[in-house]
């Protein structure tokens, strides 16, 4: 079912928004002189860089199941795994398809109660949403830096991995509407909406603006709100000895249960250690939390961990340094580290934080 929530109605909602950019910004400039200026043609292109399942904003290229192999081992597989099975954070991106999907476009084992998972050959309808997010959003510590030819490649290996393409497939912006015939779910999605503009893109005669639903006997009172579910309350270390981005803002005390009254004493009040305050501020920057949690092991081994293995090693800084830049692998288990994007002298901050104790 098409849903907003997905990555096709996220892109809609985008390509209405660039669509309607150009006219915002001529209209500030007009209706507010001196302030702000039209948006060029280029800036705007930059950002349009969507690809409809009606295969318009795709860009010219080609690229082999052999040349995605190669990508995906360099700078995918450390995440999703070598076969597309994913480690213990990520689901996994290939299984469950068949022959017979292919063959009627609608997966069977989205159906099976007793199937085990749902991965994403099984449940993604359009190639054109694969090709769209990597090419966005991959990999996820360099988005956008692949080519236009590595990413036909990385779309054509993993379609390979479910048995959709074979080995010696070249994939192109000439033969995709090719490939989406053979998407196991492509008979998946509903087509009963006026979302998409495009020939084929719905059966709906109009759009759907009369529903009478929700105008009577509607929720007052609404209350939103927000929570850290218990296992997940102390993964990044307690928010209130932390700094806050914006305003004099405090966060929970996470050390405590949820609901004991939160006590400021003169630990969490006292001035952050500018060194402390430098990495907490580092790791958040460079996204080091997305893979290692405070004192709990999520894709990496925990700060709290690296820190004892290395306290005692007299050239823990200089080892460290390297480490963080240039990626490592087998040293914590089989899924390896990329190298990291940060300039020396913020990676050896970190080394330091580390070799002082990873204490925040």
Not at 78 to 89: A, D, K, T
Not at 180 to 200: A, C, E, I, V, Y
Not at 301 to 309: A, L, N, Y
Request: aromatic share 6%.
């Amino acid at each position: 079912m098409f849903s907003f929530l997905e990555p096709s109605g996220i892109r809609a909602l985008l390509a209405l928004v660039l669509s309607c950019s150009a006219g915002v910004a001529l209209a500030q400039v007009k209706d507010f002189p001196g302030i702000g200026r039209a948006a060029t043609p280029k800036e705007i292109a930059a950002w349009d860089i969507d690809v409809r399942p009606d295969f318009k904003g795709l860009p010219k290229g080609a690229g082999s199941v052999a040349l995605g192999q190669e990508v995906w081992e360099s700078k995918c597989a450390h995440c999703h795994g070598i076969f597309g099975e994913s480690g213990e954070v990520f689901s996994p991106l290939v299984g469950g398809t068949t022959a017979g999907d292919i063959k009627t476009g609608r997966v069977a084992r989205l159906t099976d109660a007793s199937f085990p998972g749902r991965t994403t050959l099984m449940k993604v309808p359009t190639v054109s949403t694969l090709f769209d997010y990597i090419n966005r959003a991959m990999p996820w510590n360099a988005p956008k830096s692949l080519s236009v030819d590595e990413v036909y490649g990385v779309t054509a290996f993993l379609l390979n991995l479910g048995g959709i393409l074979p080995d010696n497939y070249v994939m192109s912006d000439k033969n995709i509407a090719e490939v989406q015939q053979r998407m196991p779910n492509r008979n998946g999605m509903s087509l009963d909406h006026t979302m998409w503009p495009g020939k084929g893109l719905t059966t709906a005669k109009a759009a759907d603006t009369r529903n009478t639903a929700c105008m009577t006997n509607c929720e007052t009172g609404a209350k939103i709100s927000s929570f850290l579910p218990d296992y997940a309350r102390n993964a990044h270390g307690n928010l209130a000895e932390q700094s806050r981005g914006v305003g004099a803002q405090h966060g929970i005390d996470t050390t405590k249960p949820v609901g004991e009254p939160v006590k400021r004493d003169a630990a969490i009040a006292k001035p952050a250690d500018p060194a402390k305050l430098s990495a907490t501020v580092l790791l958040n920057k460079y996204s080091c939390t997305a893979c290692h949690a405070a004192e709990a092991k999520l894709v990496g081994p925990s700060f709290k961990e690296i820190s004892k293995k290395y306290a005692e090693r007299a050239d823990a800084v200089a080892y460290l340094t390297g480490k963080i830049r240039a990626g490592s692998v087998g040293v914590w288990g089989p899924i390896p580290m990329p190298a990291q994007s940060l300039g020396e002298a913020d990676a050896a901050l970190l080394a330091q934080w580390f070799k002082s104790g990873a204490s925040r």
